[in-house]
């Protein structure tokens, strides 16, 4: 069997390591870029929804959250129906950054895709969807507490 996930992992801290280069200027650090990027595409998300989407740990969204909120990219709101969920959304430094992220964005995956057909990059994305899914739910059985037999 091939081991992809070392060439995903090459991938994804190659990309990592460019980002927090290239975005300390702006005071995004360690891949908050990422949260910061959800954050404005899904206003109002709720910290546990953004654990979930990221496949991250509480603790290191809590620190990436408070992070950003004191840097005034993003501002905290109660939720009207359930107190305790504070609501996430960009403040107008936040939005200016998601846009120069967004172009960085599109610069890398018009590098990554370099020289692939149409039809290459479509079966690309169907392919590491169907990875993403299997990995998700390895992922919230193990969340749950669960050991993976191997």
């Not at 109002?44 to 603790?59: C, F, S, T």
């Not at 039809?119 to 993976?148: A, M």
């Amino acid at each position: 069997m091939k081991d992809i996930l070392r060439d995903i992992g090459i991938i994804a801290r190659a990309l990592d390591s460019i980002s927090n280069i290239e975005f300390k200027d702006i005071n995004l650090s360690k891949g908050q870029f990422v949260y910061l990027v959800r954050i404005c595409e899904n206003p109002g998300i709720i910290q546990e929804q953004l654990v979930e989407m990221l496949k991250i740990d509480r603790a290191t969204a809590s620190r990436a959250i408070k992070n950003m909120e004191n840097n005034g990219m993003i501002t905290k709101k109660n939720e009207e129906e359930n107190k305790k969920n504070k609501l996430l959304y960009a403040t107008e430094k936040g939005l200016k950054l998601y846009s120069f992220i967004i172009r960085e964005n599109e610069h890398s995956n018009s590098v990554a895709l370099e020289g692939l057909t149409e039809t290459e990059i479509t079966t690309l994305v169907e392919l590491l969807d169907k990875v993403k899914n299997n990995i998700s739910e390895d992922w919230l059985y193990v969340k749950k507490g669960n050991k993976r037999n191997y």
